[in-house]
């Protein structure tokens, strides 16, 4: 069965500080990778996107940046945080089809002092 | 654009009432697919039904059931005699057909308070 990890399952960073988020993908080849971010608002903003390794598409300009390197690996960074960076971050994956479910991981809770 | 609501923000019932979560989407797209998913409070989102939009049959899952209708672009969740383990924020989310990268749209989520 497929299996989604991510960590760390809480941050707390200083404002300019880097990030690095990790998420891997167990059980699959080849999966649509996904980040999103959950504000307190509660609603979920898409942020980056990776249908293969290397290929990043990124839905809003912002202060983040995201990497493919291996297949079943997805790496979301910043160089400078902000403090709206601050929320909750999910990374997703699914299967090459049209309309196909995501499966989300555990997320991370990041908070910037 | 596509463009989910929940206009339920939050949702407070007693256990073993009936409660639904209604969901209104919006889209151009002829061929398209919805989702529910739940969030209780450790975060993780669990995938909970998809359908897409040639199949408006209903569907039960045990205590749980979805009535999509294109005719006022809805896709409604009903929950049977609740439980407090359904306490969750749940959300309605969107996406058009693609053979490369499904971009979900959520909408803002409901919160289901289940008291006991």
């Known amino acids: 069965s497929q299996t989604i990890h991510q960590w760390p399952a809480t941050l707390v960073q200083p404002v300019g500080s880097p990030l690095s988020l990790e998420c891997t993908v167990e059980?699959?080849?080849?999966?649509?990778l996904y980040w999103y971010r959950q504000a307190a608002g509660r609603g979920l903003q898409l942020l980056f996107y990776?249908?293969?390794?290397?290929?990043i598409s990124s839905e809003v300009p912002q202060n983040l940046s995201a990497s493919r390197p291996q297949d079943r690996q997805f790496i979301l960074s910043s160089k400078k945080l902000l403090l709206s960076d601050s929320g909750f971050y999910l990374c997703?994956?699914?299967?090459?089809?049209?309309?196909?479910?995501?499966?989300f991981g555990p997320g991370t809770r990041l908070t910037v002092l | 654009a596509q463009k989910v609501t929940q206009a339920q923000t939050e949702i407070s019932v007693v256990e073993k009432e009936d409660v639904t979560l209604d969901c209104v989407y919006e889209?151009?797209?002829?061929?398209?697919?919805l989702f529910w998913y739940k969030q209780p409070p450790s975060g993780e989102l669990v995938f909970l039904i998809r359908?897409?939009?040639?199949?408006?049959q209903n569907e039960i899952s045990g205590r749980y059931s979805w009535n999509f209708q294109k005719s006022t672009s809805s896709f409604n969740f009903t929950i049977t005699a609740s439980q407090v383990v359904d306490s969750a924020v749940y959300f309605c989310?969107?996406?058009?057909?693609?053979?490369?990268?499904?971009?979900?749209?959520f909408g803002q989520g409901t919160r289901l308070t289940i008291n006991p």
């Open positions: 990776s249908v293969g390794i290397g290929q």
């Open positions: 059980g699959t080849s080849n999966p649509n």
């Open positions: 989310a969107l996406t058009n057909e693609n053979q490369g990268a499904q971009k979900l749209v």
């Open positions: 889209t151009r797209d002829t061929t398209y697919y």
């Open positions: 997703a994956w699914s299967v090459l089809l049209a309309g196909g479910e995501q499966f």
């Open positions: 359908r897409n939009s040639f199949d408006e």
